[in-house]
């Protein structure tokens, strides 16, 4: 019998979250049952929420920056046990047979990766539902590993905001002694300066915000760069081997692509909708190279996960109880968190 368990959802579009009850299914041979102790509030939570994509089912249950612990594991799961701390990201499952599947990035599984909420639910039918409750059963093959010498709450963000920065950072070989930008100091921005820095290289956060120099500096940016500065910027044009666009929304890219080397590569992360034009010929002079990126694979994940417990990097939070959750989607909006919201969920079970 499938279990019925608390949550937080969204009745209908722009609604506020409340209290919900949902069913999870029962375990079966190959899934995970996992006690949800932490979940990240993502940006991408509240455009679901308000139907800003125009693709969301009702009710919404967000969520997916899911930390827990193992509670049981189907006959077939050898890789976990109970009382084992793990994540689920994005994804809850896949076709596993398509072309992406097998090359290790079923984020673009050819056939619809079933996405943590809001995708179609193969095993209760309905949609799925994500974080913002107290359990869920997930596919062996998309649970995740967390190294148990990180700050649990604080490697919730690791499960989206951190694989997001991660990918293309190792997708694109950024190295020791590379000069990278990453521009927009958020959720996005501060984790790409964190994991630049980690692997070597001459970190500089780019932005418009001066206030924002002694934060980059304290996370791992070694030079700041004020992007309204002119000066400043033509000092450093054609000088950066990879610049990290975490910026959300439509913006101005022909004074970043400025800023590339030949055969450079600016990637964005963050800006899903129309973008501004700009300029062929600061691309065609120097070969340069406008790309896009979104989350990553399952062993990609992995491998930032470890990495993440190898460096003892985690994100910068504030926790919260689930109660303040719509406070909270207020202060995301007006970009007033450093730099991700966590959702203690003992505040829900309670």
């Known amino acids: 019998m499938p279990e019925i368990i608390k949550s937080y959802g969204a009745k209908e579009a722009k609604a506020d979250l409340q209290p919900m009850e949902i069913k999870r299914r029962d375990i079966g041979n190959d899934d995970i049952k996992i006690d949800i102790t932490f979940c990240g509030v993502c940006h991408s939570d509240i455009h679901q929420v308000n139907n800003d994509w125009k693709n969301s ?22 890789n976990y046990k109970e009382g084992d701390l793990v994540g689920v990201g994005c994804m809850v499952d896949s076709c596993q047979t398509c072309d992406s599947c097998k090359d ?15 995708s179609e639910d193969k095993h209760l039918g309905g949609h799925t539902y994500g974080g913002y409750s107290t359990m869920v059963v997930v596919n062996k093959e998309f649970v995740l590993k967390v190294p148990e010498n990180i700050d649990e709450k604080a490697a919730a963000p690791l499960l989206c905001a951190g694989i997001t920065t991660w990918s293309p950072l190792r997708h694109w070989n950024v190295k020791k002694g590379d000069k990278v930008g990453v521009v927009g100091l958020g959720g996005l921005g501060h984790m790409g300066v964190k994991f630049a820095n980690a692997l070597g290289a001459h ?53 970043y692509i400025n800023l590339l080397k030949r055969d450079a590569t600016m990637v964005l992360v963050g800006a899903i909708e129309p973008l501004e034009p700009f300029h062929g010929g600061g691309l065609i002079m120097g070969r340069k190279r406008i790309a ?59």
Do not use: W
């Not at 000066?231 to 081997?241: L, P, V, Y």
């Not at 460096?311 to 007006?334: F, G, K």
């Open 57 to 78: 089912k009702y009710p919404v249950v967000p969520g997916h920056e899911i930390i827990g612990r193992v509670m049981e594991v189907g006959k077939n799961v050898k």
């Open 104 to 118: 290790d990035v079923e984020q673009f599984c050819e056939n619809g990766a079933t996405f943590t909420y809001n």
């Open 203 to 255: 970190v500089v956060m780019i932005t418009t915000s001066p206030s924002k120099a002694d934060d980059a500096k304290s996370l791992g940016a070694h030079e700041v760069l004020i992007s309204k500065n002119e000066k400043e910027m033509e000092k450093h044009a054609g000088s950066f081997d990879f610049i990290l666009n975490t910026v959300p929304v439509s913006h101005d890219m022909d004074p």
């Open 292 to 350: 896009g990126s979104i989350i990553g694979g399952i062993k990609e994940t992995q491998e930032m996960l470890d990495f993440c417990g190898e460096h003892n990097i985690v994100s910068d939070i504030e926790l919260i109880d689930m109660q303040n959750i719509n406070r909270a989607y207020e202060r995301v909006v007006n970009s007033d968190v450093k730099y991700r919201f966590v959702i203690d969920m003992a505040s829900l079970k309670n």
